[in-house]
């Protein structure tokens, strides 16, 4: 199990997932609720790892939660292209409603921000890169 972390300066995404890429936890938190968040996560599920994406500007945050998490590992992973997965992944996952319906998935846009979305793309991809 791994705990993930999209960090952003406006709000950051946040994901428990499985080696099977089941999602136990994810929610979207404001930066500076997100080191109290992640130690209450990591009581909660005790993760083999805590990943965090390397985005701009999230040098901060990374700081405070290397300070916040010592003993739990914490690995640095790129973002590339995590914004599109996970925008993809909430429209599978959140089926269209209404008018919505008649739009094709490409052309859907979320009706809410989708950072633990991005969260759990980081955690997928940490999982593909375990079984390599």
Do not use: H
């Amino acid at each position: 199990m791994v705990l993930a972390v999209d960090p952003g300066r406006v709000r950051c995404g946040i994901a428990v997932v499985t080696d099977e890429g089941k999602a136990l936890y994810q929610a979207i938190v404001a930066p500076d609720g997100l080191v109290e968040e992640v130690r209450r996560l990591k009581t909660q599920f005790s993760p083999q790892v805590i990943l965090v994406g390397k985005g701009t500007g999230s040098a901060p945050l990374i700081e405070a939660l290397e300070k916040a998490v010592e003993e739990t590992p914490l690995v640095i992973m790129e973002e590339a292209y995590t914004s599109e997965a996970a925008r993809r992944l909430f429209v599978q996952e959140n089926p269209a409603r209404g008018w919505q319906k008649l739009l094709p998935r490409a052309l859907r846009t979320p009706d809410r921000p989708y950072d633990d979305y991005a969260a759990r793309i980081l955690a997928d991809r940490w999982w593909q890169l375990q079984r390599r």
